[in-house]
C-alpha cells in the first residue's frame, strides 16, 4: 500500500523555521492552564506565555512562577481595565466555557488575537456573538481544536481525502473519562450550566463531532441523540452519559457517544466502501494516539512520533499569526459545533430527529 | 490483573465427551450451507450432515457430494411430505428469512429439533408464530447465533459479569461487508423485502444488537435509528446503510452501525465505569477475532485459540439435544431481536425515539 504521507508528524502548516515569537497573556488558571498549556508552551518555538489573568490576583501571581518567561499575573478587571498590554501580544482564552465572550470582547477591543478554548461558548447566542466579533475582522480568533493539529488526526484526513479508504460510510467515535475521579468537586464549573452549557456533550462529545467533521471535511445535516445521567452531581446539568448519530451529507453516518462517568477511553474509525482508518486512542493528549488503516484484506499499524498536542495547536497559532496567515480552525468553524450540540440537546428532549441548516 | 478465564477458548456448556450424534437435515443449499454449514460440521464432534434439503432435486444431490456423511437429497416438497425422516434426528433451517416458518412448521409436526437461522423470520408477525410453535414444547427450537458460542464472546459476557470493568455505560458495534461483491446479483434473495425483511438491519446489524444483548445480558427498552442507501440494487429493500443506538435500563446507551456496502469491518467495545472490553475483529467467522481488555491504565491483548464458529454452534445444539438440556438463545431471544429491529425501522422511518417493551 502506497501511503499518502512521508513523515506522519511533520509541521505540513509550517513555511519557516524562524517566524519569531508571539507572547500570549493566558485567561484562567485552572489545572488546563497550570498542568497542560503553560508546560506546553515551554516546549514550543514561536510562543512564550508572558501574562497570566485570574479571577484572583493571588493565584495570577503564585502560577506566574510555573514558567521563567511570565512576567505579569493581573486579575480579570485588570485585563479588561487594558494593563499589560505592552506585555503580550495575544490571549489564550481559557475560563469556562460560559465567561468566554468578555475575554474575547476585550481582546478585540484591545487588538490581540485570540486563542479560544472550545466550545466557544456555553449557549449558541453568545457563540454567535464571538463570530459577529471576529467578522469585524481586527483581530484573528482561532479556536483551541487540538484534534486539528494532531498528527494522526491529519493523516486520517488526508487517508480520506486520497480515497484510500474509498467513500466514506461510516464513523464511530467515542471520548469518555470520569470527571468526578480527575476533579473531585461535585461545584466545579463543568456541573454548572450557566457556566458550561452542559457537561460531557459540551466538553467531550465536542471532540468526536469535530474531528469527523474535520476528517470528512463536512458538516453535519441531522442529529439523534440520548442523554441521561447515574450520579447526583450531574442533577444540574443533565448530561453525564450520551450517545448521537449525526448524518452527514450523502448518507454518512457517526455513531458517537461521550461520558463523564465511564473509563477513560477514546477512538475515532472511519469505515469507507475500500478501507477503515481507526485512530484509538484518539482525544487524550497525554496518551499515546495510535492509528491504523485496513485495506485490501490487510491492516496497517502505523508507529509514528507522538507529540504533545497543546505544543503544536499553540504553535501553529503563533505560526498563523507572524506569517500573516488567517489560523484555523476559526470562530465561523467552532460556530457548526455549537448549532450540532444544541441540536444534540434539542433531540434529546424532544425524542426525535433534529435537522440541521448550518450553512 | 486475575482474568476471570482460565482456558479462554475451552467448552464452558460441555459436560460429556460423548454424548453421541446428532443427524442434522440442512434444509436450503445456498453458499452459506454449502461453504460454511457443512464443513464446519465435517469438523464438529457430535453432528453428521445426512439430508440436504432444497427446491432443486438436483442441487440438492449434487450438493451431497459434499461430504461423505450425506446419505440424501430431497425437495423442498418431499421434506414436507415425510420423505427421509429416519436419516435425520433435527434440521438447519438455513432459507431465506420469509422462508423459515414452514420448514419450522414441519420439523415441528415430524418431531424434529431445530436450529434455525437468524433472523428468525422476515417480520414480526411470522416470528410470533415459531415462537407459538416452540411454546408448545414438541420440539426444540434454537435460534442459530454463533456469537452466542464463540469464545471471545462468552469471555467478554463473562467480564461484565464479574464487574471487571466496573458498571456498562456504552457499547459500540459495527458490522459492514460489500454484499454485491459477495454475491454479485442484484437479485439476490437478500435484497427482496418480502424475503429478507432488511437488507442490512436484519443481516448485519443483528450481530451488534444480539452481542450486546448477551454481553449485557440485557433487553433494549427504546430506539433511534437512520437508514439509507446509496445503490440502485438497495431500493426496494431501503437499508443498505444504517445507524441506530439502543437504549438498554439504566441508561446504557450502544452505538450501532451496519453496513452492506461498506469495506469488511466488526468490532462490539464495552466501556464500563472502570473499564473497557473490545473485540475487534468481532463478528466474521472467518476472520480471526482479537480481545482486549483495558483496566487500571493498562491494556491487555489476549491471545487465543481461533475456534469455527459454525463448528461450535453445531456441537453446542447437538450436545444440548444429547443430553437433554434445553438449547440457548432459544425462539423467545430470538424474537426480541425481531422486535427491536422492527422498531429500528419504524424509527427510522418516524424519525422518533421508538420505545420497546420485549418482556
Redesign the interface.
Known amino acids: 500500500m502506497n501511503l499518502p504521507f512521508d513523515e506522519f508528524a511533520v509541521r505540513d502548516w509550517q513555511t519557516t523555521d524562524d517566524p519569531g515569537t508571539v507572547r500570549v497573556a493566558m485567561i484562567g488558571v485552572g489545572w488546563w492552564t497550570r498542568e497542560q498549556a503553560i508546560p506546553a508552551v515551554q516546549e514550543a518555538a514561536f510562543v512564550d506565555t508572558t501574562v497570566l489573568v485570574s479571577g484572583s490576583k493571588r493565584k495570577a501571581q503564585e502560577a506566574a512562577a510555573l514558567a521563567p518567561t511570565i512576567e505579569r499575573g493581573i486579575t480579570y478587571d485588570e485585563f479588561h481595565d487594558g494593563d499589560a498590554t505592552g506585555a503580550y501580544d495575544a490571549v489564550y482564552v481559557c475560563t469556562p466555557n460560559g465567561l468566554h465572550l468578555p475575554f474575547v470582547e476585550t481582546a478585540a477591543r484591545l487588538g490581540k488575537d485570540v486563542l479560544c478554548e472550545k466550545p466557544m461558548e456555553a449557549t449558541v447566542e453568545r457563540a454567535r456573538e464571538i463570530v459577529d466579533l471576529a467578522a469585524d475582522g481586527d483581530v484573528n480568533v482561532m479556536i483551541a481544536y487540538r484534534m486539528q493539529t494532531e498528527p494522526a488526526v491529519r493523516r486520517a484526513k488526508e487517508v480520506v481525502a486520497e480515497g484510500v479508504?474509498?467513500?466514506p460510510?461510516?464513523v464511530?467515535g467515542?471520548m469518555?473519562q470520569?470527571l468526578l475521579e480527575l476533579i473531585p468537586d461535585p461545584d466545579q464549573w463543568r456541573l454548572d450550566p450557566d457556566l458550561s452549557g452542559g457537561a460531557t456533550v459540551m466538553d467531550l462529545g465536542l471532540y468526536p463531532i469535530n474531528t469527523a467533521r474535520f476528517v470528512l471535511d463536512a458538516d453535519p445535516v441531522?442529529v439523534?441523540?440520548?442523554t441521561?445521567?447515574?450520579r447526583g452531581a450531574f442533577e444540574d446539568v443533565g448530561d453525564e452519559?450520551?450517545?448521537?448519530?449525526l448524518?452527514f451529507p450523502?448518507?454518512i453516518?457517526?455513531?458517537?457517544?461521550a461520558?463523564q462517568?465511564?473509563?477513560?477511553?477514546s477512538?475515532l474509525?472511519v469505515?469507507?466502501?475500500?478501507?477503515?482508518v481507526a485512530i484509538d486512542p484518539a482525544f487524550f493528549n497525554p496518551q499515546d494516539r495510535a492509528f491504523r488503516i485496513?485495506?485490501g484484506?490487510e491492516r496497517y499499524d502505523v508507529d509514528f512520533p507522538q507529540v504533545n498536542q497543546m505544543t503544536e495547536e499553540f504553535d501553529y497559532f503563533a505560526h498563523c499569526l507572524l506569517t500573516e496567515t488567517d489560523p484555523h480552525p476559526d470562530a465561523d468553524h467552532g460556530f457548526v459545533d455549537m448549532l450540532t450540540m444544541d441540536a444534540v440537546y434539542h433531540a434529546d428532549r424532544l425524542?426525535?430527529?433534529v435537522r440541521l441548516q448550518v450553512r
Open positions: 479508504i474509498g467513500d460510510v461510516q464511530h467515542n469518555s470520569r441531522a439523534q441523540a440520548r441521561t445521567h447515574s452519559h450520551a450517545a448521537f448519530t448524518v450523502e448518507g453516518y457517526a455513531a458517537c457517544t461520558s462517568g465511564a473509563y477513560r477511553s477512538h474509525r469505515t469507507g466502501t475500500d478501507g477503515e485496513s485495506t484484506g425524542d426525535e430527529t
